[in-house]
């Protein structure tokens, strides 16, 4: 098997190695890499210096980057996909609901950071004004109302648990979130992890952990973004297989991406 798709932007290529790395990344190390994914080095260089400008980078003092501290945020978020149905509990029907309705919608900033948090905890608009999602999540709804400001929900919103929904005409589950899709994509990824995994080692150091970058940030993604839905709306043991084969799969390229890096930064 080969993945020869290029990630998305420099942008993209550049936060997820700060993520990775165990230490401050320097420039001359992400440009080398870069050239990896056909990026050129000016792109990694102008992509660095307005990354420190949006403080999404930092420069630390022993000359490498990373994480400013609303990078950090969304990263420290991510870290916690092993755990995905840990941190699950037996759904009882009952709903948690965030109110938005008076927070407006013509900061189109501040409304992609609102939809960019609420959607990471699988909430969907249920009405105008009105997210809901299955009170299925294993956490403290004080500390989930901080996470999600952290993550850019304005601290107006109101976030509430309701016991059950009374309307005279109720959106479908599939209406909300994408049941279907959700389920091939557990499949999808996994199958596509398990077959990387018999061939890798076949593969050069260069080929290996590209093609380990690009699987492993789709699947990752997926997982940030899985709504955490519960075992009666999609097939909680396809994601736990995925999420299973995502702890085997990542153990491998954590270990080839430290491999590159070492190589990399020594030539």
Same mark, same amino acid.
């Given at each position: 098997m080969s993945v020869r798709a290029q990630p998305h932007s420099a942008k993209k290529l550049i936060l997820n190695?700060? *993520? &990775? &790395? =165990? /230490?401050?990344?320097? &420039?001359p190390t992400l440009v080398r890499i870069g &050239? %990896?994914?056909?990026?050129e080095a000016n792109n990694i260089r102008v992509t660095l210096n307005r990354l420190v400008a949006q403080g999404l980078l930092i420069l630390s003092d022993q000359g490498g980057y990373i994480f400013g501290q609303e990078a950090q945020v969304f @990263? =420290?978020? /991510? *870290?916690?996909?092993h755990a995905l149905e840990q941190s699950l509990k037996q759904w009882d029907g009952s709903w948690l609901a965030i109110y938005v309705a008076n927070l407006g919608r013509r900061d189109? *900033? /501040?409304?992609?950071?609102?939809?960019? @948090?609420?959607?990471?905890w699988g909430f969907r608009e249920f009405e105008q004004g009105l997210l809901i999602r299955p =009170?299925?999540?294993?956490? =403290?709804? @004080?500390i989930l109302k901080q996470n999600l400001v952290e993550l850019g929900l304005e601290p107006q919103a109101c976030l509430f648990r309701a016991s059950e929904l009374q309307c005279e005409q109720l959106p479908s589950d599939s209406a909300l979130w994408p049941l279907q899709q959700l389920n091939d994509k557990y499949l999808e990824l996994t199958a596509e992890m398990q077959l990387w995994l018999t061939d890798y080692a076949s593969k050069s150091l260069q080929d290996a952990a590209r093609e380990s970058f690009l699987i492993g940030? *789709?699947? %990752?993604?997926?997982i940030a973004y899985d709504p955490r839905l519960p075992g009666e709306m999609i097939n909680s043991a396809s994601r736990q297989n995925m999420v299973e084969t995502m702890i085997q799969f990542n153990a491998v390229g954590r270990a080839i991406w430290s491999e590159l890096i070492a190589t990399v930064g020594n030539d």
């Open positions: 190695l700060v *993520k &990775a &790395a =165990d /230490q401050p990344i320097s &420039a &050239a %990896l994914f056909e990026l @990263a =420290d978020q /991510q *870290k916690r996909w189109r *900033k /501040q409304l992609r950071k609102r939809e960019r @948090a609420t959607t990471l =009170d299925n999540l294993k956490i =403290d709804i @004080a940030d *789709k699947v %990752l993604h997926e």
